[in-house]
């Protein structure tokens, strides 16, 4: 993996993302299985106030210690300078799961380098579980009560291999289709996740994740994760993900597997 930054610049970032994703922590768990109300957003998408609360909590810290950098998130858009740098930040990925009292969602903390993600970190606030990936450097997982130990699996084929997908509503008309072939040839599926089955495929624990109409902030954390991990992850067509990527995601654990994924996506 080639390095695009210094070791103290990558301590730099990574302190910081630890940071945000610390104070989102404390600022999520207080919520979590209450009585908490959510909005429906201009795509129907749930909004809590603990999406809002984590996402204004880190982004100040951002604006405190890097004002330099620019911030993307899902609540509150795009703020700051013009920069090669963007953090790029989802409070609360898989509101509906934190809404229903399932610890499946998670915290999201990206940097990206010139439109391309080079560290990312997944947290989940209730299990104390977290992911870390940067570029040029092995995946570590963090966790006190689970465990879990970083490596993606090799399969000998995808009959053999476990497909998620968070929920067969985020397929579009003209990828659903896709996405059933490949059903057909795989062990078997497994719904719901959102970022939490990134984790488990960085785990080893599964194989193939399609999905589509994916934003950066659903999928900038995740890059790094998967990858340092052992996994690829790309677009339908197998290209690198980027910010103007058409929303299509395609994790796996064994990058021998991607020809014989793709051609029943294509």
Known sequence: MKKIMSEAVLDTALAVAEACADAARRSVVPYFRTSLQADAKFDDSPVTRADREAERIMRTLLEERLPEHAILGEEGGRSGMDSDWLWVLDPIDGTRAFLTGRPTFGTLVSLFHRGRPVLGLIDQPVTGERWIGIEGRPTRFVSDRLPGRIGTRRRPGIAEAELSCTA?????????????????????????????????????????????????WDWGALVPVVQGAGGSMTDWQGQPLGLESDGTVLACGDASLLPEIMAHLS
């Open 168 to 216: 067969p509503e985020i397929m579009t008309p003209a990828h659903a289709p896709r996405f059933v072939r490949l059903q057909e040839h795989v062990r078997r599926t497994s719904w719901g996740g959102d970022c939490y089955a990134y984790g488990l495929l960085a785990l080893g624990q599964i194989d193939i994740i399609a999905e589509c109409t994916m934003k950066p």
